[in-house]
Structure formats: structure tokens, C-alpha cells
């Protein structure tokens, strides 16, 4: 069984994503659980397989994409922190190898954007797929007449792709907004601190990192 395959099948872990999803539904905070995670693993280990890493770090970075919001259980104030001394904890009870250990919890340490950083290539690709992740299915508020910012600009995403370009070195985040629900403005308005930090993470593989909306490049 694979790293990834030990922490997806781990009830310990699965529980943890549960209830901090819970505490974020209680905070007013879009969608967090497994449909979140399940996505973020699977996209940093697509941009790790197709940059070329080898098998093992692919298993790694979607391990700790898997796990890297479970810190949300304690707070959402330095979650980052809180869920990779977590981390640390289950792994090392899983007989996980202590260098192993080490690269995935500092991806996950250094994954919110108050405190990221792309220290190596896990944390560059967690980035990237956490901070890409806007859609309409992450909104839990079924009235959109109390939407707030936030709802209304994840309502509006009707498609989100982030896209590999290899052959002219970038990494691209297409998405198809509604603007009939929220106006392209207020996607930079709240989340333009997370596209200069993925842009920070493309950078960390030598890759240039733009945003299309609506089939036009607005950054």
C-alpha cells in the first residue's frame, strides 16, 4: 500500500477532515471536505507527474494534499500549523519514514496564505491546487439572496481548469464566470493574495503562471 492509499483509507484522518469541515460550515466558510481534499491531491499530483518528479513524490504531494486541511479541527487561525503537527503525529504512528514525514508536513505548514511558501516541490504544487480550487459545487448557501462575497464569486464559477503548459513553461487557471452573478472584479477582490502566492508557486518550478477568465487573460 502506497503513502497515499495509507492516508486515504486512515478513519483517523477521514474524521478529522469531517469535523473540521463541520467547524468550517459553522464559520460561515465555503466547502472543506472531502470533495476540497480529494481535488487538491489529485491536482498537485498531476502537476507533479507531469513536471517529471518520480512516483514517490507524487505519492507524497497527494498525501499531503489529502491532508492538508485538517488543522481546521483546532482553528482556522494558523490552521496550517495546527494540521501539520497533526500530521506528523498520524504519520509517525503509521510507521512513515521520517524524511517522508518532514516533506509532508512542511508542505502542509506552509500551504495558507498568511504564512505560505513554496519551501520545496510539495509545498509549490499544494499551493497551486488549493488556492485554484474556486466552484459552485464549494458554496453551501442555498439562498442567493443572502450570498455573501465570497458565495457569490464560487456561485459564478460555472468551469475551473488549472491547466499545464508545458511547452511554453506556464501553468494556467482557466475559469468561466457568470458575470451575471458576480462581476470578474470580485474574484481579484478576495482572492488576488491566493493568485500572487500561486504565481510564487509556479515561479518555485521556473513556470510563468496566468489567470483566463471567460477565455481572456486578465492576469
Known sequence: MTIYEKVKSSEEIKTYIRMADETLEKLGFTEHSFAHVTRCADVAGHILVKL???????????????????????NRIDHAQSGAVMAFRILDKMGIDAEDI??????IGNHDEGTAYPVNELAAALILADKSDVRRSRVRNKDAINFDIHDRVNYAVVKSKLGLDEQNKKIVLHL?????????????????????????AADYFSLSFEVHINEMRVM
Do not use: P, Q, W
Open 52 to 74: 517529471g518528479y518520480d512516483e514517490h513524490t507524487v505519492e507524497l504531494g497527494k498525501a499531503a494534499g489529502y491532508m492538508h486541511d485538517i488543522g481546521n479541527v483546532v
Open 102 to 107: 518532514a516533506r509532508i508536513v512542511c508542505a
Open 176 to 200: 468561466t464566470i457568470d458575470e451575471k452573478i458576480s462581476h470578474i472584479s470580485e474574484y481579484f477582490e478576495i482572492f488576488l493574495s491566493r493568485m500572487l502566492l500561486c504565481r510564487r
